[in-house]
T-cell receptor
């Protein structure tokens, strides 16, 4: 079975631009979570979606938004990019996203903001 | 959110057991302990998790102390491919969702 997939693998943007990152969960998983990992640190929680509804949000500005589609895939959008948004963006999927369930991560999208 | 404390780095000889400690003294009763590892900035790989009992799977064993304030991940026969950053994480979040709160992790280096 395919694992979590993310696209694109790498992306270069300039300050002020907008970016959209995509994630497809493991088949049968209905919850998607997004994490940001800046160089040298552990991943930080951004959002969790389940059945197209946002169920949790980390300490990130409103420039970050996400949505989930009927097929449970998800998009992460970041507006007005800053240099500090350069990071590895990780998507994780789980059956329903509760704390008893394991989250499985994709390979990530590496974003560089110049 | 409960925080975890791990040593920044550890070494292990190939073929020997690697014992990675983690302190989570503020963990609450309904929070799970998860272990993930990350190799060369790939996506984190799930290893094992537990609530209060010791757990074992094909990759590792997890020993949780009776008071749940600390745990140890055991890789029974470490190989060079086990070199990675190992994260001990408490799964927290609201009543309906879980979020992984990563710390700095432990860089495990397995040497020949």
């Amino acid at each position: 079975d395919a694992g979590v997939t993310q696209s694109p693998t790498h992306l270069i943007k300039t300050r002020g631009q907008h970016v959209t990152l995509r994630c497809s969960p493991i088949s049968g998983h209905k919850s998607v979570s997004w994490y940001q990992q800046v160089l040298g640190q552990g991943p930080q929680f951004i959002f969790q979606y389940y059945e197209k509804e946002e169920r949790g949000r980390g300490n990130f500005p409103d420039r970050f938004s996400a949505r989930q589609f009927p097929n449970y895939s998800s998009e992460l959008n970041v507006n007005a990019l800053l240099l500090g948004d350069s990071a590895l963006y990780l998507c994780a999927s789980s059956l329903s996203g509760t704390r008893q369930e394991t989250q499985y991560f994709g390979p990530g999208t590496r974003l560089l903001v110049l | 959110d409960a925080k975890t404390t791990q040593p920044p780095s550890m070494d292990c000889a190939e073929g020997r057991a690697a014992n990675l400690p983690c302190n989570h003294s503020t963990i609450s009763g309904n929070e799970y302990v998860y272990w993930y590892r990350q190799i060369h900035s790939q996506g984190p790989q799930y290893i094992i998790h537990g609530l209060k009992n010791n757990e074992t799977n094909e990759m590792a064993s997890l020993i949780i102390t009776e008071d749940r304030k600390s745990s140890t991940l055991i890789l029974p026969h470490a190989t060079l491919r086990d070199t990675a950053v190992y994260y001990c994480i408490v799964m927290s979040g609201g009543t309906s969702y879980g979020k992984l709160t990563f710390g700095q992790g432990t860089i495990l280096t397995v040497h020949p």
